[in-house]
Every structure is written in C-alpha cells, then in structure tokens.
C-alpha cells in the first residue's frame, strides 16, 4: 500500500494517476464494469477460486487486492481457448472499438540473471503499481529505482529499449513488445530521469 | 505332408523388403514382436520415428535401438501449452535430441517438431550436421530467431520444406531469407506465415523464381498484397498458397492484374493468410474457387455477405476456417453449396465480448450437420447450445470424428431448457461410435461422463473444462475409455480418489494434464511412488512445496509414462513426485 502513496504523491508524473485512484471501473470507464467473474455464477465455487489463485500471472485477482477494478471476464487464463498468436491478430483488428479488458497481451520478461524467461499479461492490469507489484511477486526481487539493483524496462515497437514509467500506462501497454529487469548500472544509462522520482 | 514355415530360412533381405511395405508405426512395432530375429531386421530398417512426449524415451534409446532413421517426430509441451496454461520454462527443449542425433543419426534428413524449445544454437546444429538434411517442421515451437534461419538457410544444400506454422520466431533482421544460396532450386514447401517483420522481399522473388518444385508457398502478413501477383507468374505451379496481407488502395488495374496472375495457378488446391481483407480484392481469387479443397479464413474480417459469395463458388471445399462473421446465414449456404465438406472450424471474432457480435448460434452447425454429408471434424465457438441441436448433430453426423464445441461462458446451460447439456454430449457420443477427440463446454454434471465412459469406446483424446461433481465423472472416462490416450481438465472438481483408484490407466495413456482441479499433494506423491513407470509432475508456482499443507490443492498436475525416468530438465516450479523426490520434499 506504501508504494501507491508514494506513486500519487509525484502529481506531474506520467504515470496516469487516474488509475491509482480507488474506484470500481477500469480505467477509462465511468461506470462500474459489469462483475462477470465466474465466481458468482454457481455453488462449485472451489475450481473458479483456485483457478483465479492459480492464475500466477495476475496477482490483482484475489480477493485482498481491493484497491483495483474487480477482474472482468477476460482474465481467466487461457480461456476461451485460442491461441495467442488469433487473439493478437484481433486485437489490431478491434482497437478502434475495444473497450480495456479486451484481448490479453501476452509479453515475455526476462530478468537479468534468472534462468528461465516468464511471460505476462499486460491487459490485466491496470496501472505500473500492480504491474511492478506482479513482477515483484514472479521473480523474488524488489524493483526499485534507488535502493535496489533491478530496474524495469521495455522493448518497444520501435525495438528501442525504454524505462517503465516513461509514457502513460495505456500507451505503455500498446507500445510493449517484451519486458526486461535490468540489474546493475545499465538502466541508470537509459537517461531517463524517471528513476529518481520513482521511489519505492 | 504338410512343411512346418520356418521363418528363420526366409533370408533377411526378403524379410526387410516386405518389411519396407509397411509403413504404419502401429503395425511396425506388431512386427517387432513377432519374434527376435524380425525384431532385429525391422529395428534396422526402420526409418521414421515418431515419439508424442519427447519425455517418454530418451534419445540415446532410441539411436540405439533404431539405428538409421531417417525422419524424426517429436512433440514437447502438452496441448494445453498453447492457452497459455503451460508456464514459460516449463521444459520441452529439443537440443538433448539434436545433440544425440547429430552423431547417431549423420542421415538424417527430416525433422518435425510440435510444441517444443527450439534454439538458434539447435538450428545452426541442425544445419551443419545432416548433410542430407531435406524437410524442417517447427509446429508451434519458440525460442529461435531469424539468425537461427539463416543458418539454416545458408547450410542445408539440398532442403524441401522449411515449414514454420504457428511458431513464434524472434524477429532480428528480415535478410535471413537471402541466405539460401543462389544454388538451392530444390524447395518444395516455404511456410513463414509467423514471421513478424518484413522479409527481404527481392530474395523472396528471386528463391521462389528458382524453385520450380515449390508447391507450397505461405507468405506473412508484411508481403503486400501489390507484390502477389509477381510471385504468383514465377510459381503457377503452386498447389497451396498463404496471400500476406489482403489490402491494398483499391485500383482497378491491379485488381485484374491479380485475377489474371490466379487464372494461371490452374493446380491451387489451397489457400489461406487473408490478413487484413479488403473485401473488393476477393473477386481475383474467383477463378481458382472451384479447385479449392481447403480455404482458411480465420484472420479475415469480412462480412457473412462476402464470405457467402466466395463460398459458393468453391464446391469442391473439403475444409474451412472461417471466424464467425460467417454467421448462421453464411452457414446455411456454405451447407448448400459445399458437398463434400469434412472439416470446419469456426473462430470467435470477438471472444473476449460479453455480448454476442454476430449472428451465429447453434443452428449454423445444425445446418452444416444436415447438408455435408462428409462432416466429420468440427472446432465451433458459439455462445449457446441446447441438447436438441446436439441430439440433431448426432444423428445427422454418426461418422462425426472430432467433435470440439467451445460455447464461450464456461457453464452455459442449455438456452432453451436451461439444463445441462448432459444429454446432448451424451447422443454424440453414442451416435459418432467413431468418434477420436471430444472437447466439452457448457454447464455439465458428472452425467456426461457416465455417458463417455460408457460409450465413447474410440476415445482417443477429451479436454474438459469448468465441468462435473464429483470424482465420479473422471472415474467415469478413465475407467470407461477404453482407447484413452490423452486426456486434460482444467477448472473441475476431480480429486484424489479417482485418479489413485485409476492408477494403472495412466499407464496405458499418453498423457494426464489437470489444472485448478482438487488433487492434493499427497496424492501426487502416493501416485509417484506407486507408479515408477509414471512422471508425475507437479506445476505450481506459489513456492516450496512444503510450505503448504498435504492436503491443498496442487495448481497444476502433469502426469505421462516414461520409460526415461524423471527428467533433468525441469525449472524450479516443476517437481517429480517420484520415491527420491518426494522424500526431498518432506
């Protein structure tokens, strides 16, 4: 909880402020998002619970998580079951009209160091705090921009490698093509001035 | 009198010529077990080896009883790998395989992966190994880049078929395909549909201009659709053609520039891409509809109107992926005019919508169901069913073999009756006696898994999902199933007691997947110390095993016969639960 004080704290930041804000809509909605998770559609409640826990790449989903929008359909993991590769083709297709909480877009992270890459769905979540949270959570490490040996960062379509933070969330979503936890001295290298006021 | 037939007189050679007949690996290894000395003779003329779990054997295992095998299979992460179930690392890396074949196999000349790791490092030893290295199939497999093609490209002198379909390819620079030296006129078969970025396309022109042999040729999605027709002039040979993106500033010139280039590719027997359809550009392909066997239509957004046109021009169609702007309406034409149709797949335009966007319901498959005669295969998403139109598809189709319904709101109920569409999957499998793969959706009790046991006696492969009770449903399929080979559920109520009560089937199955089920850890571990011939393999990515009581649930559980043992490769979040490790954990 520290982390989203500090985050709001910065008001010129660009990292979209809205949506830290405790509310029941997505960003980008004014209304509350219709609640159509699974869980209260019927009395075998223990699978679609355990699916959401299981659900590792979403760390908002449970139930403790009340500061963010209550999970929309779409994040149940891998359903319906399609491949990733027809769910990106119609997300280009329908971005004009897609509302968020559309199609999942799954990215690779890789930390520097750690053996195995993970990969991720940028759509579940809704603003750097969760996403940095999530990230914190897959690999045991803490992302910080001072205090810390791991910075987050970002390929993106144009393959230049950025710091997470730089543009607003809803842009950084759209724009990332794979993620990377950088250790060491590199990120501070990136030249942005973004890591001095991130503070964790 | 009559002789006693000695087999041992028959020489070796007439032995291996008869041998060289059959090509069936079912009926290859019946012949192995005959006796010891065709036991001998088959293992040194067999040539083609498919293994479906590159786990369930080891390489060195198999060049050693196979000893000059010349085309290789192999599959890697389970089905449900590709919805994202399977997390990165998980395993399935080809290099052990390579690595051991480049000494024990020097022939090699075909490798055909699905589902598997495959590096750069692995492709560039591939490419310097087997001198007569001809077809590569990379079927849904990661972990390559285009440096990894190049090498290919530039190395395997005499290729056929380099075939990338649905694989995911790091994209470093698009001259990768200038790589195939101006020597290589032998290709056959070019699928690089998945690659991202731009190939150099005057490589393009000039490779498919010198392989008079190509038949297939599947562009990506950069190759603009300006250039088709060029390419099309230099390969009117082609049988199966992917288009890049189907768009272009509407010029009339161009348009019967295009159509004149199809009029000339007289063989087409197949086509897909359609990225991005402007729909005035499809008359150019009218004239070769009539040829078309097979037509894939699943990246193309266009309106049931369109899509009606050009169906109904192809009635020689004996496969469509079309996404469900086809809609009911479209489906009832295509069931006119398509006679001889055998597969169809429909995908959801927009599966994510918590409304429908288009028109499609269970009657569009009913109508299919009434007038193909020849349907046999079915992948159809939709967001209603009822036991009826199930009960109509039965009869219709009893010579239905795959049948996957994906009805998009887990535990829809029937939308008529509102109950569950026990009934209905019960009339398929009971009518489709034929029937090898069932996929299940929709509100569903324990019901319909007595039904499957009880007649779905051809089974080979079920996915279930958000379905059943109670154990009894999955003690139902394995042990009613008879031909079971691969089985996985997700999101269902199935615990311990069937899955230790069933032990022994998973012997005599492929594969068991279970995620977000109820099984414990305890059972895992009395289940991989039962069973030495079995990996259990325990997926979980919230910590240390031990950190958890016995009795939770595990998140995922991934259960296969193996004669290998358990393998070496597995990443933090995967444990065996076999004698030795089990005991690590406690």
Redesign the interface.
Known sequence: MERLVSFESHHDHDLNLKATELRLGLPGSDEPE?Q?T?SV??N?R???K??QE?N??NSSVSDDHEDCAPPS??Q????????????N??QA??KSEREV???GI?V?VSVDGA?????I?LKVYKCYPELLEALEN?FKLTIGYSGSDYAPTYQDKDGDWMLVGDVPFHMFITSCKRLRIMKGSEPRGLGSCVGQDMKV | MLKRMSYSSFPEDVLEHVFSFVQSDKDRNAISLVCKSWFEIERWCRRRIFVGNCYAVSPRMVIRRFPDVRSVELKGKPHFADFNLVPEGWGGHVYPWIYAMATGYPCLEEIRLKRMVVTDETLELIAKSFKNFKVLVLSSCEGFSTHGLAAIAANCRNLRELDLRESEVEDLSGNWLSHFPDTCTSLVALNIACVGSEVSFSALERLVGRSPCLRTLRLNRAVPLDKLANLLRRAPQLTELGTGAYSSDLRPEALSNLAGAFSGCKELKGMSGFWDVVPAYLPAIYPVCSGLTSLNLSYASIQSPDLIKLVSQCQNLQRLWVLDYIEDSGLEALAASCKDLQELRVFPSEPFGVEPNVSLTEQGLVCVSEGCPKLESVLYFCRRFSNDALVTIARNRPNMTRFRLCIIEPRTPDYLTHQPLDTGFGAIVENCKYLRRLSLSGLLTDLVFEYIGTYAKKLEMLSVAFAGESDLGLHHVLSGCEGLRKLEIRDCPFGDKALLANAAKLETMRSLWMSSCLVSLEACKLLGQKMPRLNVEVIDERGPLDSRPKSFPVEKLYIYRSVAGPRFDMPGFVWNMDEDSALRLS
């Open positions: 219709k159509t699974s559609r019927s075998k223990s699978s679609t355990i699916s299981s590792t790449n359909k779409a149940v993991v891998g359903w319906p079951p399609i491949r990733s590769y027809r769910k083709t119609l297709k329908n909480g559309g199609a799954y690779k053996p195995y890459l993970r990969k769905d897959m």
